[in-house]
């Protein structure tokens, strides 16, 4: 378990996730559940030591904050649970009160697919520095 995974090309990256490619930093991958609710995945492209994991959440938190300042939901979650997948991720998901399933968990639910969420997505992180 906890993989790191050093091909970053979106093609491999979307085989392993079964989910779709956003965008690609110095420091990780950017990838998105096709569903209504905002889920996405972290994919670190290194090693994990100290400094990289300081950094690499520094980024999550500013990523979070951006994301709900656009509009995707005024809580969000992180977590960082690799049980289905050997490959090191880490979870960003943005809920509202009045989404499919809350105030239950996403995990384990059959969730709307809604490609939109992708597109939508795509379009606010190219301002996204």
Not at 30 to 50: A, V
Not at 76 to 95: D, E, S
Not at 96 to 102: A, G, I, R, S
Request: with cysteine; hydrophobic share 35%; proline share 5%.
């Amino acid at each position: 378990m906890d993989t790191i995974i050093t091909d970053h090309s979106p093609k491999n990256l979307e085989e392993k996730f079964e989910n779709h490619f956003l965008y690609q930093t110095k420091d990780y991958s950017l990838m998105c559940e096709e569903t209504k609710i905002p889920w996405l995945q972290i994919i670190p492209n290194r090693g994990l030591d100290e400094a990289y994991v300081a950094s690499l959440y520094g980024e999550i938190y500013r990523l979070a904050e951006y994301l709900k300042e656009k509009g995707l939901g005024p809580h969000y979650n992180v977590a960082k649970i690799g049980n289905k997948l050997p490959y090191y991720h880490i979870h960003l998901i943005f809920r509202k009160t009045n989404d499919e399933v809350w105030p239950e968990p996403v995990w384990g639910q059959t969730l709307i697919k809604d490609i939109s969420t992708i597109n939508n997505l795509k379009k606010i992180l190219t301002s996204f520095q």
